[in-house]
């Protein structure tokens, strides 16, 4: 297991999920990925979940009414957040949450790009991010379903000065920094679903870790699948929030 204990700026550093029913949904992703939670009042009811006593996602309690629909955002590491606020909205974004402070952890804002898909910006006071960065339940990639790629992938590239690479016969293209992919932007959205950023967790055993989230109460959205990516299956929690489990580096046939 590594400890990232910073992120460079435009890579995603932290991962949280709303939910409406915070007991169960705990019990799911300990059942699925082991975590353990810290639950901290002070920040109304967050619970840190951890990964062998390391940091690895959050889970904040909302209202059971919220017409909002339970989901993980992911949130991309800033050095200067009012500054990369700006910069959204001159890049035709949307500002939905204004950056604020977070105690002596942060600060956060929430907005969503040009084709609507939701992400959050994290800059780093006291807590740096996911400290676990391998091993069962850790983040391993970041993409955003969008039915416009070439513009998702401009506005991402110029507010994290990123390279956009074109994946070879694929509407897809991979953020890069330096050669090093760290999300992806992909054009092969289901027809009607809005634009929106999924993650991908790691599993050491997907086809168990699929089993593990039936039992307990999680779905199994489609096949699992292999992959030139690896071994990979899309799931929903009991609350419904979707997200991947996947393994690079096998594959049913390796």
């Given at each position: 297991m590594?400890?990232?204990?910073?992120?460079?700026?435009?890579?995603?550093?932290?991962?949280?999920?709303?939910?409406?029913?915070p007991?169960?949904?705990?019990?799911?992703?300990?059942?699925?990925?082991g975590?353990?939670?810290?639950?901290?009042?002070?920040?109304?009811?967050?619970?840190?979940?951890?990964?062998?006593?390391?940091?690895?996602?959050?889970?904040?309690?909302?209202?059971?009414?919220?017409p909002?629909?339970?989901?993980?955002?992911v949130?991309?590491?800033?050095?200067?957040?009012?500054?990369?606020?700006?910069?959204?909205?001159?890049?035709?974004?949307q500002?939905?949450?204004?950056?604020?402070?977070?105690?002596?952890?942060?600060?956060?804002?929430?907005?969503?790009?040009?084709?609507?898909?939701?992400?959050?910006?994290?800059?780093?006071?006291n807590?740096?991010?996911?400290?676990?960065?391998?091993?069962?339940?850790?983040?391993?990639?970041v993409?955003?379903?969008?039915?416009?790629?070439?513009?998702?992938?401009?506005?991402?590239?110029?507010?994290?000065?990123?390279?956009?690479?074109?994946v070879?016969?694929?509407?897809?293209?991979?953020?890069?920094?330096?050669?090093l992919?760290?999300?992806?932007?992909?054009?092969?959205?289901q027809?009607?679903?809005?634009?929106?950023?999924?993650?991908?967790?790691?599993?050491?055993?997907?086809?168990?870790?699929?089993?593990?989230?039936?039992?307990?109460?999680?779905?199994?959205?489609?096949?699992?699948?292999?992959?030139?990516?690896?071994?990979m299956?899309?799931?929903?929690?009991?609350?419904?929030?979707?997200?991947?489990?996947?393994?690079?580096?096998?594959?049913?046939?390796?």
């Amino acid at each position: 297991m590594t400890d990232a204990a910073t992120y460079p700026a435009g890579h995603p550093s932290w991962i949280d999920l709303m939910t409406p029913t915070p007991a169960r949904t705990h019990a799911f992703y300990a059942a699925l990925f082991g975590w353990t939670y810290e639950i901290r009042p002070d920040y109304g009811g967050y619970a840190m979940a951890h990964q062998q006593g390391r940091t690895a996602a959050g889970i904040m309690p909302m209202e059971p009414d919220s017409p909002m629909p339970s989901a993980w955002t992911v949130y991309f590491d800033s050095a200067d957040i009012a500054a990369d606020a700006e910069r959204v909205t001159e890049l035709g974004g949307q500002v939905m949450v204004p950056p604020m402070q977070v105690g002596d952890q942060g600060q956060m804002g929430v907005f969503s790009d040009p084709t609507g898909a939701v992400f959050g910006l994290w800059q780093a006071g006291n807590h740096k991010g996911a400290q676990a960065t391998d091993g069962e339940g850790s983040l391993a990639w970041v993409q955003v379903n969008t039915p416009d790629s070439a513009r998702a992938s401009a506005f991402y590239q110029a507010l994290f000065h990123a390279d956009g690479v074109q994946v070879p016969d694929m509407d897809y293209r991979q953020l890069q920094h330096g050669g090093l992919g760290y999300a992806g932007v992909s054009g092969m959205a289901q027809e009607g679903v809005p634009a929106h950023w999924i993650a991908y967790f790691y599993a050491s055993d997907v086809d168990a870790a699929v089993q593990r989230a039936v039992q307990n109460g999680g779905t199994l959205q489609g096949e699992v699948l292999d992959t030139p990516f690896g071994r990979m299956a899309l799931l929903a929690d009991p609350a419904g929030a979707s997200f991947w489990v996947m393994n690079p580096q096998r594959s049913a046939h390796a």
